[in-house]
């Protein structure tokens, strides 16, 4: 009888799950294609470019999602050091002269030819998997903290604070439901925040960067010329949006609206409804998640999960949340919308994960 049991189990997965995840990245290939033509058609003369290469990351990213729901979860747990040593080796290598380059003011990518890779991408997933190991073997906080400090610092030699706190949510919250005590959770949180407000506070561009979600109106041609175009953008949508294909701010107006700033595109061509709209949807997919987290059978199936899914969050959150003026510009990618391989090809491997834990979950 459990023999049956556990094998039914294990031919089901979460359909739910996985229905939002590609409605998701279809969403977002629908809304990429919008928003990121007039800055391909400038840059690259194809208006199509950055959705061609976003299409066929996407279609990685699904075959690399169906192979992770087939694997055993468990397989995670016997690889996790290996993984998470040479996600660490990547984040090493974009520091090195000619193959790691560097963009706007950070090291954080590798060129390999035709291809160009983000390691931080990749090591949101593979600290999930590795912390998510330590926390059901091992119960010293060395063991947990140590790898976590190792992640951030290299995060931070980059810089690139916004994956700072979305890694640092996934640590956090992993140690959350490990089991810790309260008072050393509650102690480890304010620790963190403290450091990362000296770290705000030292750095003159993060500064800069709080200054200016203060005090909206300062440098509006220099400073704050970002988050008044998206405020502009967000305001033009009105209730129910210009119409589809028929935002202003995506015609050079706007920086960044191929990646960071995406959902601002969205919310001006759907207005507050369809935003709003999009968003619950966005909500269900993460309460999904965190429902198999809460079903998982183990203490490395759900710390797993409870990381992928506070990454995932996390990262919406304050993507989102940056756009509407209530957290500074991060430069956060929207999870299923902003252009770029790796974190679509991370993303979708963690939601495979997530799949294959959620056929052994408990009824």
């Known amino acids: 009888m459990r023999k049956n049991k556990l094998q039914r ?34 840059n690259f003369g194809d208006k199509f470019f950055f ?8 279609g990685v990213g699904i075959v690399l999602l169906f192979i992770a729901s087939k694997i055993h979860y468990r397989l995670w747990e016997k690889i996790a050091t290996i993984i998470f040593f040479l996600s660490l080796f990547g984040m090493l290598m974009v520091f090195i002269p000619g193959i790691g380059t560097k963009l706007l003011g950070a090291r954080r990518w590798l060129v390999l030819g035709p291809i160009t890779i983000q390691p931080s991408e990749f090591l949101k997933l593979t600290l999930a998997i590795y912390l998510a190991k330590v926390s059901s073997k091992n119960k010293k906080l060395a063991a947990y903290f140590v790898p976590l400090i190792l992640a951030l610092s290299l995060i931070m030699l980059q810089p690139d604070l916004g994956t700072a706190i ?9 140690l959350f439901v490990s089991g810790i005590s309260l008072i050393y959770f509650a102690s480890t949180l304010a620790l963190g925040g403290v450091l990362g407000f000296i770290l705000i506070i030292t750095s003159e561009y993060r500064r800069d960067r709080l200054l200016t979600f203060f005090e909206q109106t300062r440098d509006p041609l220099d400073k704050s010329y970002h988050i008044r175009q998206i405020l502009l953008a967000l305001g033009s949508g009105g209730l129910f949006g210009v119409g589809l294909g028929q935002s202003r701010q995506k015609y050079l107006f706007l920086p960044e609206t191929a990646t960071d700033s995406i959902f601002a595109i969205i919310a001006e061509e759907i207005g507050f409804l369809g935003a709003s709209i999009l968003i619950i949807i966005i909500v269900i997919f993460v309460i999904r998640g965190f429902a198999i987290a809460r079903a998982s059978p183990d203490t490395f199936s759900r710390v797993l999960s409870c990381g992928i899914m ?8 304050l993507n989102i949340g940056s756009m509407v003026a209530i957290v500074p510009l991060t430069g956060i990618p929207l999870p299923f919308f902003s252009y770029g391989g790796s974190s679509l090809i991370a993303l979708l491997i963690g939601c495979g994960i997530l799949l294959n834990i959620s056929k052994y979950g408990k009824e």
């Open 9 to 42: 189990q294990a031919s089901t997965i979460d359909k739910k799950f996985l229905l939002l995840s590609l409605f998701l990245t279809v969403v977002g290939l629908v809304a990429l294609a919008d928003a990121s033509a007039p800055l391909a058609q400038r």
């Open 51 to 58: 959705l061609k290469q976003q299409i066929v990351w996407a």
């Open 166 to 174: 979305v890694v640092s949510t996934i640590g956090m919250a992993q």
């Open 310 to 317: 506070s990454w995932i969050g996390a990262q919406t959150l």
